[in-house]
Structures are given as C-alpha cells and as structure tokens.
C-alpha cells in the first residue's frame, strides 16, 4: 500500500510541474481568488520550486524509510499567507503512515485541496480527511500540527487543552521573521538574492527578512536597485500597495525627521532602529561592530526563523544561517522554529494506546 501511495505521489507531481497542466492552472486561478496578496508569479515560484523538491531520493533522506507501526490521526491547521502553505507537513504526514485531518486556511484552500485530491483520484486510499469544524475534530486526533500568529497559536493551544490533548502531543508554530547580516563584500547578485528574501510573498511569510543589518559606509541604495530589479519579475499585488499605502504616505511626509527612507508603491525600505515594521517595509540598522550584532542575535533568538549571511554561522546557529536568496527557498528537512517535524510524527501514538 505505501509503495502504491508514493507511486501515486510522483505521478502528480510530474503532472504539476508542467504549468499547463489542466488541474494546476484551474487551482492557481482559484487561487488568486481567494487571497489577494497572491499574485501569478509568486503562485508559479512557489509551486515550481517546492515541486522541484519533491524527488523519490530527497523524500527518502528528509523521512526515513520506515512506515510508522501505530498510525495516528494527525490534524494539520495551515496558515494561509503563503501559496500552498503546510504541504511539507501534510506531506510528512502521510508519507511516515500517519493518517491526516486537514484544515486548510479560507486565504488559501484552493493549491492543496486540487493538489491533494488530484493525488487521490491515483490512490483513492489516501487517508486524508479535510476538517471543517475544529473542537470536534480535537477530541478525535492523536497530534496536532498547527502554524500561525502567536495569538493563533495560544488560542489553539487552549483549545486542545479542552479536547485532552497533552502538550507533547502539539507541535505548534508562531510569528516569527527572517534578519539579514551584510557585509562590505555584498556584491550585487547578494543584495538581489536579498530583495527577494525581503519581498518574496510581500513579506507575509515566516521566513520573510524584515530587518537587515548593514555596516556603517554600505550604501542602502544598493539594495533598493536591486529591489526595482526585483520588481521587474515579481509585480507587487493590488492588496500589498492598497496596505502599505497610508505607511508610504507617512514615511515621504516624515522623511525630514525620519532619516533616510526609499518607497514606491510596492516597497518600503528605511533607517532606523533594529525593528521588524510590517509586511513590506524593510529597516535597514547600521552596526559598529560585529559583536553588536551577535548581541542583538542572541537576544531576539526565539522570534528568528532564518538568519541571512554570507559568512559562516557561529556555533549553535547553523541550523538558522542561509546565504543570501535561500530565505524562501528552505530545504524539504529544515525545521521551522527548531522543531523536527518528522521525529514529532515518529514519536506520536493513538491515545488509546497510549494509555493502555
């Protein structure tokens, strides 16, 4: 049966790497419907480079190849502020032989759902099982995977306290942001791979730079031409400039008071304090020293998803380190706030077993 699950797999996967493709191009345009920071090239990116990942030997390296012995019914809660968000998890899921309970987000239900049910109609086994209503389906589940705002993530939490699901059984994720660390040696092919780490998905993603630290002399209008050349392949959405609009207009009129700043409607970028601002709006903090900013590294830890550099992590943070243009393109076995998905849903058991 696995093997007939994974052969299934593939073939829908060969199928929708061709853009083409019939099923995929409905989705996409379903797609764009439902969440409006979507926009047809980050819609194509996203797709072609998870799919890309998606071969029988890197699936094997990331799971293992061992079916777990006690299946378990697993639900999965996605985010909707990337296109096709939480496959990898729905993917490991099923793929280690646990039985899945999806809740896909209403911003992004149409990718996964055709995906998935394209998958089905070559394996009318697979069990998944697509979830409308949540407490119920709490008190049915053995583990629960959830990713969302911090707030999401306490409410989830209370939730499946009630439903007698015990803290170990939960792997839940919440708001977290991508920082960049430029050297003087940044060349321009590096402050482009930058512009897309910052403005890929209009920074709404968890591994989205919002914050780069520059030495004192590097110009910042570096980055922001390699932010127009950004632009030229990726559009800005009609909801990113309708949100980032009131912030523009704030930032051109402060700008004698504000220190140095560049905007178009697409795009913020300014200097300042080392703060995360909002999707698209990118602080740009000078450092003295490198020490500076291991200091501010070490204490912002536990909100990092992802640390951009050229330079060689130091101990204790390789897992977090990427080179410039990685941020949003994380390896199938990278593990989102530290934690290890598939030995999550190695170690998980029914609940029934359990207490037997």
């Not at 809660?77 to 990898?88: F, R, S, T």
């Not at 149409?110 to 979830?131: I, K, S, T």
């Not at 905007?263 to 698209?280: K, N």
Request: hydrophobic share 40%; with cysteine; glycine share 6%.
């Amino acid at each position: 049966m696995s093997g007939a699950l994974w052969e299934a797999l593939l073939e829908t996967v060969r199928l929708w790497r061709n853009s083409s493709y019939p099923v995929r191009r409905a989705a996409e345009e379903a797609a764009l419907r439902e969440n409006p920071f979507f926009s047809p090239e980050t819609i194509r990116y996203r797709l072609d480079t998870r799919l890309h990942d998606l071969e029988l030997e890197a699936l094997r390296r990331w799971l293992g190849p061992e079916l777990v012995s006690d299946p378990a019914r697993v639900l999965l809660l996605h985010p909707g502020n990337l296109p096709m968000v939480g496959l990898e998890d729905l993917l490991a899921t099923l793929l280690v032989g646990h039985e899945a309970w999806s809740r896909p987000s209403r911003r992004d239900r149409a990718l996964l759902v055709a995906f998935c049910e394209d998958w089905r109609r070559r394996f009318p086994e697979l069990p998944l099982r697509w979830v409308e209503e949540l407490e119920p389906a709490m008190s049915s589940v053995d583990g629960l995977i959830a990713s969302g705002s911090d707030q999401t993530a306490s409410w989830v939490r209370a939730l499946a306290r009630r439903a007698g699901l015990s803290p170990e059984r939960l792997l839940v994720r919440g708001h977290r942001f991508g920082v960049a660390w430029s050297t003087s040696d940044w060349d321009e092919a590096d402050f482009l791979g930058l512009a897309h780490d910052v403005w890929l998905y209009e920074g709404h993603g968890c591994r989205s730079v919002s914050l780069v630290w520059a030495p004192a002399g590097l110009d910042p209008e570096r980055l922001w031409r390699a932010y127009a050349e950004f632009r030229r392949r990726f559009p800005p959405s009609e909801a990113l400039l309708k949100e980032l609009r009131s912030e523009r207009a704030l930032y051109e009129a402060l700008r004698p008071w504000l220190g140095k700043s560049w905007s178009d409607p697409g795009g913020v970028l300014s200097v300042g304090p080392p703060e995360p601002l909002r999707p698209g709006h990118l602080r740009w903090a000078v450092y003295e020293s490198p020490q500076e900013v291991l200091d501010w590294l070490e204490c912002h830890r536990s909100r990092l998803q992802v640390v951009i550099a050229r330079s060689e992590p130091p101990p204790g943070w390789e897992g977090l380190w990427a080179r410039p243009g990685e941020a949003q393109c994380p390896a199938l076995d990278w593990r989102p706030d530290g934690r290890d998905t598939v030995a999550f849903l190695r170690m998980l058991r029914p609940r029934a077993q359990q207490a037997a």
